[in-house]
Structures are given as structure tokens and as C-alpha cells.
């Protein structure tokens, strides 16, 4: 995300519209937040703009206020900004244009999440590049759907089947007898692109075979159906729906909540949408060393090392989504349909995620990694 930042501010630099129109912020709203957080910026108080920020995918707060630092360090400082507007959602996004001593002038992004001690300021990114096409529109109760255009059977799928996704991709994070927390109904924007292509460069990626769908802000990006994959066109929708949904979900216990490791939410997400099913099951089996071979299988703490570096040894490194989905199965299967959401609350509470594991478990990570490693040998019976 950094490096995709400077990239647009170097391709920025050179245009020189005029100066937009400030929109003054008001008393208490996520525009004040973001203004105080732009105030400190300029003035280089970032001891101060650790205090404000909050955290994403990972990171605790002064990492994310350094990230924030080192996405905002190359164009030099900040001199002036404006907020241009802002769109409603969780998080709220505010629009801003700055101009930096080394780049004249940049439309950025800002998140602003509501906490219980007001608002809170998280990632700064460029907008989206959303291409000027036609998009096809439809919304349903909690989505709002941009189809590109040739694409209308994706549009009717998702009108038909997208409330549906959205409680398939809730349902792991609700307790049953509870009411339904506000963040579940605030709606999400779902762009489908006609190709992976398309989907990189509006989200500032480099293209990737892998990148099917990701969540942009409070949006759903995904490729058409049309893409061939080994995923459902659905199940895309309800795995990204799931990311979007557990961070919701972790800030609403926390403002500033503790990293959730990626085994547990791709776990979650695959698990959500059924995604080691079929075929893709078949070819994870086939993938499985011999008995003898066991100890080559990985622990949840290889897991946890495989989604942050790469690449990485073992026979099984192709297979990273596929052990988390798996470990995500047996865990829920073991301790419970909720076993994953009490996993993020103590992790969230503060324990590792190792003695989270032990927590839920009650036995050691090895006892757990053996029976797990056993099960997956049995072909993941009783699911
Ligand atoms: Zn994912």
C-alpha cells in the first residue's frame, strides 16, 4: 500500500487545478477527526498522531502510525490539504487533496472509524482508480452492486444471492442469541471487474494471477465469473465479505484491536464460504504426504510465518489457503461453530495466538497439531 502511494504521488505531480474548495469540518464528525490528525501531520507531532490512529490488517498502533509516516514521508511535508468530501460507510472515507513540498498536489483517502471516545483515523491510500465505464447498478438491503458492463448475469447473481452471502459470511461472526450489532447492517459497495487486470489497477496492485477479489476500504473488489478460477464466483463474495466483516467485527470490541492472524481469517473466510469443497478438496488430499511423512505437515505456527513470508519451505507452501481452511474446519468442528470467533475475542483480549489455541483447546499446540495433522490424514472425517 506504501509503495503503491508514491507511485501515484509521482504520477500526480505536474497537473495543477485549482485549489478545491475546503469543506469546513463540524463539531464531532470523522472530517474534524481526520482535519486534527492532518493539523498533527503538518506540524510533525507523530507521537501525538499515534494517539488518533487505529489499526488494519495487523499492525499495532505505532506500527500504523509509522506506516502512516512512511506513506506520507517521500512527497516531503505536508503543506497544505483541504478535505474535499466524504463517504459514508464503516469506516467513513474521507477525501483529501494535499500538496507536499516535493509533489504539488494528491487526492488521498483517509478512514475514520467511530469509537466509543469519538472518532479514530486508520489508513491513508489513494482513492480507488475506478475506470470511467458504465458501470451496471443495482443495490440490494446491505449491498450496493457496480457491474462492469457486459457483465449482467454477474449483476443478477448477486441481486439474487447477495443478502444470502452476506449472512453466510456474517454468521461466523455472530453469538446466536444476540441482537444484531449495528456494524452488520452497514452496506458495503461490491465492484466486479471484468478481469484481474482491471481489479490490480484500481486497487493500486500489481496484476497476480491469485488476485481474485480483495476489500478496498469499506468495498468488495472481485473479478467477473467470466475469469476462470477454481473458486465460485459466490464463494469470492463471501470470503472478501468475511474480511471486511471481521475487522468490523474486532473494532467493535476495540477500537484499536490487536492483529488477527492471517490463518485464522483466511481460515475463517474459506471456511464461511465453503471454499475446500469439491475438487479443490480432492487435489488437497491428493496433496497430502504419506503417514510416514508427518512431520512435514505444517504446525499453525508455520501457518501463521507462511502468510507473512514468502516464500517459504516445505512441501506444502502451495497449499497455505488450503491448510488454513482446513485448520479453520477442524478447530470448528472440535470446539464448536463459534470456535473461531472466541479465538479472535482472546486474541483480541490479548493472548497470543498460540495461547489462544491452548485456551480453546485445553490441551498443548503439539497435542493439538498431532490430532490436527491425524485428522487431516483420515481425509477431515465428520465434516
Ligand atoms: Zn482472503
Given at each position: 500500500m506504501v509503495l503503491a502511494i508514491v507511485s501515484v504521488l509521482a504520477l500526480s505531480a505536474g497537473r495543477q487545478p485549482p485549489w478545491p474548495e475546503h469543506v469546513g469540518p463540524e463539531t464531532g464528525t470523522a472530517e474534524e477527526a481526520v482535519a486534527r490528525v492532518l493539523d498533527l501531520i503538518a506540524g510533525g507531532e507523530w507521537a501525538e498522531v499515534t494517539d488518533l490512529v487505529t489499526t488494519r490488517h495487523g499492525l499495532d498502533q505505532p506500527a500504523m502510525a509509522r506506516l502512516l509516516q512512511l506513506a506520507l514521508?517521500?512527497?516531503?511535508?505536508?503543506e497544505r490539504w483541504a478535505i474535499t468530501g466524504s463517504e459514508p460507510g464503516d469506516p467513513v472515507l474521507v477525501t483529501i487533496v494535499c500538496q507536499f513540498s516535493r509533489v504539488p498536489r494528491v487526492t488521498l483517502q483517509l478512514e475514520a472509524f467511530a469509537a466509543a471516545e469519538g472518532w479514530r483515523v486508520g489508513h491513508v491510500f489513494p482513492p480507488l482508480a475506478l475506470p470511467s465505464v458504465n458501470w451496471l447498478v443495482a443495490a440490494t438491503e446491505r449491498l450496493q452492486l457496480r457491474v462492469w458492463p457486459g457483465h449482467r448475469g454477474d449483476l443478477d447473481s448477486l441481486v439474487r444471492l447477495g443478502e444470502q452471502g452476506f449472512d453466510q459470511a456474517l454468521g461466523p461472526l455472530?453469538?446466536?442469541?444476540e441482537p444484531l450489532p449495528g456494524?452488520?447492517?452497514v452496506p458495503v459497495t461490491v465492484y466486479v471487474f471484468e478481469s484481474k487486470q482491471q481489479l490490480g489497477a484500481a486497487a493500486h496492485r500489481p496484476p497476480s494471477a491469485r488476485l481474485l477479489g480483495t476489500t478496498y476500504a469499506n468495498a468488495v473488489l472481485m473479478v467477473s465469473s467470466a475469469e476462470r478460477s477454481d473458486q465460485s464466483f459466490y464463494q469470492l463474495l463471501v470470503h472478501e465479505l468475511n474480511h471486511l466483516l471481521l475487522w468490523r467485527y474486532a473494532r467493535a470490541r476495540d477500537p484499536a484491536p490487536a492483529a488477527i492472524p492471517a490463518w485464522l481469517s483466511e481460515g475463517m473466510a474459506g471456511l464461511a464460504a465453503g471454499q475446500l469443497e469439491g475438487r479443490r478438496r480432492e487435489d488437497f488430499f491428493r496433496s497430502q504426504p504419506s503417514l510416514s511423512r508427518v512431520l512435514g505437515l505444517p504446525t499453525p505456527g508455520d501457518l501463521a510465518e507462511a502468510f507473512n513470508t514468502?516464500?517459504?519451505?516445505?512441501?506444502w507452501r502451495q497449499w497455505t489457503y488450503e491448510y488454513a481452511f482446513a485448520l479453520a474446519e477442524y478447530l470448528t468442528m472440535r470446539h464448536g461453530p463459534d470456535a473461531l470467533r472466541r479465538l479472535v475475542d482472546m486474541i483480541g483480549d490479548g493472548l497470543s495466538s498460540a495461547g489462544a489455541l491452548v485456551e480453546l483447546t485445553g490441551v498443548t499446540v503439539e497435542e493439538l497439531t498431532l490430532d490436527w495433522h491425524g485428522w487431516l490424514l483420515r481425509r477431515m472425517p465428520g465434516s
Open positions: 514521508e517521500p512527497p516531503g511535508d505536508l455472530l453469538a446466536g442469541d456494524w452488520a447492517s514468502s516464500p517459504v519451505a516445505g512441501h
